[in-house]
């Protein structure tokens, strides 16, 4: 299994975050990415989401099941179609990375873990004469600097104002 884990600061107390966490639908206002998602269930364990992604000439829906929930602090969740990954998100104080002039501090952990090799073939509908490995050596790139984005956004969101931020990248494959 392969592992990505991404993380931030926030301004903002848990439970704030969490409950922007637990917003999969409003995910899609901070992505180019992600035209919408469709939400089955109130957020809790066995609730589903199909999360619609399009880029260029291709789209592609990922459906996600949460398995788990400890609020304020825990969401995890998995794929349940195409590929074997699961993920969670984790949220906890961190008062020592606040700068003086804010009150609180939060630190936000994305983590995934997948098998590159369970990917079904047929997941994506691909143009003719266009290969897998094509298309992902075209949206490699475009990964860190969609995240980048999106965790800017979203920090603008939640703290009501822009700022620079540090998106740590504490374990990644080469595969992404």
Known sequence: MDE???STV???PPEEIYEFLLDFPGYARYSEYLDHVDQDGDGTPR????L???WWKLSYTARSEVTAVSPPTEIDWHLV???DAQGHWRVEPDPDDAPADVDTASRVRLRI???PDSASSNAVDLPRLVSMDWVIEKVKPLIRKEATRIVKR???DLEGRER???LRIHTGPDSV
Request: net charge negative; no cysteine.
């Open 81 to 83: 179609k195409d590929i």
């Open 164 to 166: 620079d931020v540090d």
């Open 10 to 12: 926030v301004y903002v």
């Open 154 to 156: 979203v920090v603008k």
């Open 113 to 115: 873990t997948f098998d």
């Open 52 to 54: 619609v992604f399009s």
């Open 47 to 50: 609730t589903t989401y199909d």
């Open 4 to 6: 990505v884990e991404v």
